[in-house]
């Protein structure tokens, strides 16, 4: 693995980061990530000749961290030997219907589905069990119903992502204080999931979410929302503004930036963009958990080999480790570029 591929952080104190991208957990509930299975694919995948992966992305133009993870998924795949037979429907439900069945007539040894949409995922998800090859989704899971289908899920736990950047943001704001919402994409498994996670965060609090509003993921639609805030709410009134991703959050401080107004702590529930750490360290951006595409995709690289070569994944959920980037901390947490 290059330095490039390297996020220091994820493989210190509790264990080391081997070609598996296993990473050790617990319950999200409880704040720490749950169900990272054991063992190793080293060997496995080192020896990886014949296997056929198919995989369908979500979409790999749209932001940095699904181009770096598409790139990665690719490099990874030639690294270890296998045959990757990987798919863009560039965030079209219909256009993944059809990959799913253009790699379900490939013969594939095993299916990775990264769904546009969580509830279209699952007739995705029972269509490959009815052709009797292993499925895994990745990055984001299919909706709850299924994933009776699904052997595992691989990525980050996006619930424990939105807890704890809103954790950090009470910490930073208080108990009583007033919140906007930046959402992303509207049925969007991370969106969803990660918005679940901020209530849980505030959970207990005296938080007020003034407003709610949807992006479509998309960081100029983002900036147009927080133009719109910045009309309706004068300053002073409100505290802070929590945005689903980074990308999102970039938009919401290019208004305020625009606007000369700094008065509202801006903060995002996950980062995919290791730029986005000069936003950090200048401070516009109060906190956000940290979550490398690199490791994202040659994780689910590692897994899908393992499927694919008979090996039972003992649990669903397999986490990555995103922990929390502040002003405070970000230096000496010595993430190392992706």
Not at 237 to 264: E, H, Q, S, Y
């Amino acid at each position: 693995m290059t330095k490039k591929r390297l996020f220091a952080l994820l493989c210190a104190a509790t264990m080391t980061l081997t070609m598996t991208g296993c990473f050790g957990g617990g319950n999200a509930s409880s704040g720490a990530a749950s169900g990272a299975a054991s063992g190793g694919a080293s060997s496995a995948a080192a020896s990886g000749d014949s296997i056929v992966i198919g995989m369908t992305v979500n979409n790999a133009g749209a932001d940095p961290y699904q181009t770096a993870y598409y790139s990665a998924a690719e490099a990874h795949a030639k690294e270890l030997g296998v045959e990757l037979k990987l798919l863009d429907p560039v965030g079209d439900v219909t256009k993944q219907q059809n990959q799913i069945q253009d790699l379900i007539s490939m013969n594939c040894d095993v299916i990775v589905l990264w769904p546009c949409n969580a509830e279209a995922g699952v007739a995705l998800a029972k269509q490959v069990q009815a052709a009797g090859i292993p499925l895994m989704t990745a990055n984001n899971d299919v909706a709850e119903e299924g994933r009776q289908y699904v052997t595992c899920y691989v990525g980050p736990s996006n619930i424990l992502e939105g807890q704890q950047s809103a954790e950090q943001m009470v910490a930073d704001i208080g108990t009583d204080a007033k919140v906007l919402y930046i959402e992303g994409q509207a049925g969007y498994t991370a969106s969803e999931e990660r918005h679940e996670g901020f209530e849980k965060g505030i959970e207990g609090t005296n938080i007020e979410v003034l407003d709610y509003q949807i992006s479509d993921g998309n960081r100029e639609k983002a900036q147009q929302v927080m133009e719109n805030y910045l009309v309706k709410y004068a300053k002073g009134t409100v505290d802070a503004v929590f945005c689903m991703d980074d990308n999102l959050a970039i938009g919401a401080i290019n208004a305020m930036k625009a606007a000369g107004r700094d008065d509202i702590k801006v903060y995002a529930a996950a980062c995919g963009d290791y730029n986005t750490l000069t936003y950090i360290r200048e401070g516009s951006l109060g906190g956000t958990a940290m979550q490398s595409p690199i490791i994202d995709a040659e994780t689910a690289i590692d897994y899908a080999v393992r499927i694919a070569k008979g090996e039972t994944i003992s649990d669903y959920n397999n986490y990555m480790e995103t922990p929390v980037a502040t002003p405070a901390n970000v230096d000496s947490l010595n993430i190392t570029e992706w």
